[in-house]
């Protein structure tokens, strides 16, 4: 798939004019990660985003359980969804580690660069964070289910 086409896969990306698209596509590029490859780790600082072409990706976190550090699932995400949103986000740090399960296809774009371009066009830059938004309080959203269960298994019952 071209980058073109990731792009407009893309819900984030949805109603954006072609040419706008193109301007993306320029700060863009295609990249491949095998199987069980990391794409980024929770911590490092986030530069780039990633829109998923073909393929899936895990998204974990790492704590302590027993003394020992253990990946948890958070979240799995499939071609068209976006991972990597805290590039666009202060403080550009990384809230959890995404790790391909399967060959996956994707378009890794410079943050700062989009960044640059939601500035100068703010209608993009509107669109861009106004969905954002709506990724971010999703994913708040599961952590408190994630945070609720777990407390719900570690209380005694009586």
Not at 9 to 14: A, N
Not at 64 to 93: C, F, N, R, T
Not at 96 to 119: F, K, N, V, Y
Request: with cysteine; hydrophobic share 45%.
């Amino acid at each position: 798939m071209s980058g073109e086409g990731i792009l407009l896969s893309c819900p984030i990306f949805k109603g954006i004019e072609i040419s706008t698209l193109e301007k993306i596509e320029v700060i863009s590029d295609l990249i491949t990660a095998e199987r069980d490859e990391q794409i980024f780790a929770k911590g490092e600082k986030a530069t780039q985003l990633y829109i998923i072409g073909s393929g899936s990706i895990r998204l974990n976190v790492t704590i302590l359980i027993l003394l020992s550090e253990q990946e948890v699932l958070v979240d799995m995400k499939y071609p068209g969804e976006l991972i990597g949103w805290s590039a666009l986000v202060p403080p550009h740090e990384l809230t959890l580690s995404a790790w391909a399960d399967e060959e996956c296809q994707l378009l890794r774009i410079s943050g700062q660069e989009l960044q640059a371009l939601c500035e100068q066009d703010e209608h993009l830059g509107y669109v861009v964070m106004s969905r954002m938004a709506s990724i971010i309080g999703s994913r708040l959203c599961q952590m408190e289910r994630m945070f609720a269960k777990e407390l719900e298994l570690s209380v005694p019952s009586i």
